[in-house]
């Protein structure tokens, strides 16, 4: 499982420690609190939650300010609430991800996997298009909700900053197969990019980008 929306994984199975990248909260001020629930993660015996590249005790030039990160393993998944401590030498800034390492850490489901299998033009009159995938696995759910979403490709150096996702309707799916959803909200003359999605009752994981022409 690579990510929970704007929360990125890498992991480390030796060491049973996951390493959690926090992005797209660029104005995150500098001794703020925030919390986050990890729904894919459970922890066991002497499990720690910190961030990298801070003590944890305090924030330069804040010192009532409680720099400690605290966590809870819940039925909803793993409570984290932090401060962002970090800045670059010569102002309050921090463009990165905070980087959370979280050790004594274990899979908290099975989750499902979705492809993103095409799409093709159905009305050009309409503006209608189907979208095409399938799912691959189910997990550990008897039912899923599945769909796509579709938004302007801005280029390949624009698509980090790129529109939000738009989402055509969503179907039931309790079984591992193909599925198709039309929509006909797409202008013409633009490229698209398009993605396919699960819903399992804890998270929301995605297919492949792929792109077409309308």
Not at 152 to 173: C, M, R
Request: proline content about 6%; aromatic content about 10%.
């Amino acid at each position: 499982l690579p990510n929970e929306e704007n929360i990125w994984f890498t992991w480390r199975p030796e060491e049973k420690s996951l390493y959690a990248f926090i992005t797209n909260i660029p104005d995150w001020p500098r001794g703020s609190r925030k919390e986050f629930v990890v729904r894919s993660v459970n922890i066991e015996g002497d499990a720690t939650v910190n961030v990298l590249g801070q003590s944890g005790e305090l924030v330069e030039y804040q010192p009532s300010t409680d720099a400690k990160t605290y966590f809870e393993q819940s039925d909803s998944g793993l409570k984290i609430s932090c401060v962002r401590a970090q800045r670059i030498y010569n102002n309050h800034k921090w463009p990165n991800p905070i980087v959370i390492k979280i050790t004594n850490a274990l899979p908290a489901l099975d989750p499902p996997a979705v492809k993103t299998i095409g799409a093709g033009i159905i009305n050009e009159s309409n503006n209608e298009i189907l979208f095409n995938g399938e799912i691959i696995k189910t997990g550990d759910t008897e039912m899923l909700t599945a769909g796509f979403q579709y938004r302007p490709f801005a280029g390949a150096v624009e698509e980090l900053s790129s529109s939000k996702w738009n989402e055509t309707d969503s179907i039931e799916i309790s079984n591992t197969g193909k599925f198709s959803i039309r929509t006909n909200l797409l202008k013409k003359g633009v490229e698209y990019q398009f993605r396919s999605f699960a819903v399992h009752p804890k998270i929301k994981v995605y297919g492949e980008v792929l792109r077409i022409n309308f």
